[in-house]
């Protein structure tokens, strides 16, 4: 009985391991398909430029994703129908590295001849990870001084004086950011955002304003936009 015990129980073992070990293949399977799959289907998009600046390029048709052209200037194209071959670059989401691109059959316009760079693009798990000033007034600057980098949720006047105004939960002005520089890539995502009125904008943090013109202006701090978008 002890003997066909064991056996029973060495069975039971044996069918559990199979049962885990045929569990994890499928799940890892499951896992990998999804960017095995991305590798393959994402190779080519045909639609109308919608926004281009510098090498970022966005099409309707590649929601999600920025087309990266380097060395072409985007806004040649834009409000033009091309058709876009290349890859995604899973170690740099969401950009979508061009090889070619062409305005109808035959006649390319772009085939790349240099390799991806960072340059002006920031990560969006980097830019996730800064955080965010409540800014409360106008005359409290511990809440920006000394932070380096922070997000803040406003809207972009354009003007002699670029400037992010910030507001309450009832519309009226707080205050407002002096913006000294908005990288490249930042002016691409404001394009694609222009039906928006107020988005995010991660800032690089400069120096304040003197407390007497803050009251005059509402003016707190000087900043570059390193960053824009809806989160």
């Not at 960017?35 to 109308?48: D, L, W």
């Amino acid at each position: 009985m002890r003997s066909a015990k064991r056996i029973g129980i060495m069975i039971l073992s044996l069918a559990v391991l199979a049962g885990l070990a045929g569990s994890v293949a499928c799940q890892k399977k499951a896992a990998e398909s999804p960017a095995a799959e991305a590798q393959k289907i994402v190779t080519e998009f045909e639609g109308t430029v919608r926004a281009g600046l510098g090498r970022y390029l966005y099409l309707s048709t590649a929601s999600g994703f920025d087309l990266v052209l380097p060395g072409f200037d985007a806004a040649t194209v834009v409000g033009k129908t091309i058709k876009v071959k290349g890859n995604l670059l899973t170690d740099h989401p969401p950009v979508f590295l061009v090889d070619s691109a062409e305005t109808g059959p035959g006649q390319t316009i772009y085939t790349r001849s240099q390799e991806f760079q960072e340059e002006d693009f920031v990560e969006m798990k980097v830019r996730e990870a800064v955080p965010a000033l409540t800014i409360t007034g106008l005359n409290k600057p511990e809440e920006w001084e000394g932070k380096g980098q922070g997000k803040v949720y406003g809207q972009l006047q354009k003007g002699d004086v670029n400037a992010i105004v910030l507001s309450d939960d009832k519309g009226k002005e707080i205050a407002r950011i002096i913006v000294d520089s908005i990288s490249t890539y930042s002016n691409y995502y404001i394009q694609k955002l222009r039906l928006f009125d107020e988005f995010w904008f991660t800032l690089k943090i400069k120096d304040s304003v003197e407390r007497r013109e803050r009251t005059k202006t509402k003016a707190i701090f000087h900043a570059d936009v390193v960053g824009a978008g809806l989160y």
